[in-house]
């Protein structure tokens, strides 16, 4: 069994960028990954301005506090105000330019209004207070945003700052999903009560189609496989003619009855097959063409985590993001898990009321309520026991599920 760190580096060697980009609206592109560095054509701010509502001032005309000057202009946010008179000031508004020749701003908290168009200050400004600097935020010709970044709310406004209205991106990967296995059966087609003997519902297809299409894949669902060799040839050779990706669950172990790995080897090559991972460690990638393959377990945790930790990094690398490494902290166990185990396992937690984190009393790769449960993993090293109050690396599922 391969160890997990260089299964994935090997992974990831093979995840080439796809070829071809798009643009779209700068609307639309949340999730999306970005194909070129966005360069800005303008600084931002565009000029200096005020960061409070107030009165824009020079330093030198307010020797001491309790000044009176009169108030020689008002000045809007979006609209441009004359140079400022010595000895007055300027009525502006968050976001207003400032005036040529003031060089501070008092908040109007710190100033009363007098009749005749007055105002007293209560306050000794200093040089350069409450105004935000023309491009202090963004550098005209800096690069705002980087190829290779995948776009969040935060993103798409600091785009939308420096006046894009459209984004290239990365293709989305157009990835086959299907099943094998004659037992699965898929919900909505038979009553619980009706199930044969030996027959479970489908649960894997629906959160992989759901991670892959979170990751912006284009999913093609090839439904349910039964497991006969020629049935999961077929299925491998039509899945492969126009898609990145062929993902499937389910018969990539070493049983009579799991076709996968012969199927795959009659029509491509297997560069990977198990890793030393618990749950999941009947996992394999391969080629079929030009499309890549990757299989994973049966069981649905093990299926779940080997998604979050190798398919989603593969995923993304093909859309150009760079770092694909999942997060982690530091917390401490408030569980002792005394059994050292040869495979690096992924134990799911829930954090507690008091910052530490409690284990799941199930950590069977059949228990799929394991992860509705937790909030992440423990990634507990192969050949290591956990204390109670030992700390460990938690890996959170919402930092993975984003």
């Not at 993103?155 to 459209?166: C, D, T």
């Not at 079929?288 to 080997?306: D, E, I, K, W």
Request: proline share 7%; aromatic share 6%; glycine share 10%.
């Amino acid at each position: 069994m391969k160890p997990l760190d260089q299964a994935l580096a090997e992974l990831l060697a093979q995840a080439t960028l796809l070829p071809g980009t798009e643009r779209v609206a700068t609307f639309d592109a949340d999730g999306r990954v970005l194909a070129q560095d966005a360069v800005s054509p303008l600084q931002v701010p565009p000029q200096d301005n005020s960061a409070m509502d107030g009165y824009a001032l020079r330093c030198a005309d307010v020797a001491q506090a309790g000044a009176v000057l009169p108030v020689s202009q008002r000045i809007a946010a979006g609209s441009a105000g004359h140079p400022l008179q010595p000895g007055t000031a300027a009525r502006i508004f968050t976001g207003a330019p400032i005036p040529p020749g003031a060089d501070a701003v008092l908040m109007q908290e710190d100033c009363t209004a007098l009749d005749g168009g007055q105002v007293r200050v209560h306050a000794v400004p200093q040089p350069g207070q409450w105004i935000r600097r023309a491009g202090e935020d963004i550098a005209l010709g800096a690069v705002a945003l980087q190829a290779g970044t995948r776009l969040t709310p935060a993103e798409l406004g600091l785009a939308a700052s420096i006046g894009l209205a459209q984004l290239p991106v990365a293709r989305r990967p157009r990835v086959a999903l299907f099943s094998t296995g004659d037992e699965l059966v898929m919900p909505g087609e038979v009553a619980p009560q009706d199930l044969r003997p030996g027959a479970i519902y489908n649960s894997n297809r629906f959160f992989l189609r759901a991670l892959l299409r979170r990751l912006g894949c284009e999913v093609a669902d090839f439904g349910i496989v039964p497991d006969r060799r020629e049935a999961t040839i077929e299925a491998l050779r039509q899945a492969a003619a126009a898609h990145d990706l062929v993902l499937t669950s389910g018969g990539v172990s070493v049983g009579e009855e799991d076709h996968i790995k012969p199927a795959v080897e009659s029509l491509g090559h297997l560069d990977l097959w198990q890793i030393a991972m618990k749950p999941g460690k009947p996992f394999a990638y391969g080629r079929l063409g030009a499309a890549h393959f990757m299989g994973l377990p049966g069981n649905p945790v093990s299926s779940f985590v080997t998604f979050l930790l190798l398919v989603r990094p593969f995923v993304l690398r093909l859309q150009g993001v760079h770092d694909v490494a999942p997060p982690s902290t530091s917390l401490r166990a408030d569980f002792a898990c005394p059994k050292a185990d040869t495979r690096r396992e992924f134990l799911r937690v829930q954090r507690n009321a008091e910052g530490g984190l409690d284990l799941f009393a199930n950590q069977s790769s059949g228990v799929l309520t394991s992860t509705a449960w937790g909030d992440g993993v423990v990634d507990k090293p192969a050949g290591q026991t956990i204390a109670q109050g030992d700390t460990v690396r938690f890996i959170s599922f919402a930092e993975l599920l984003s």
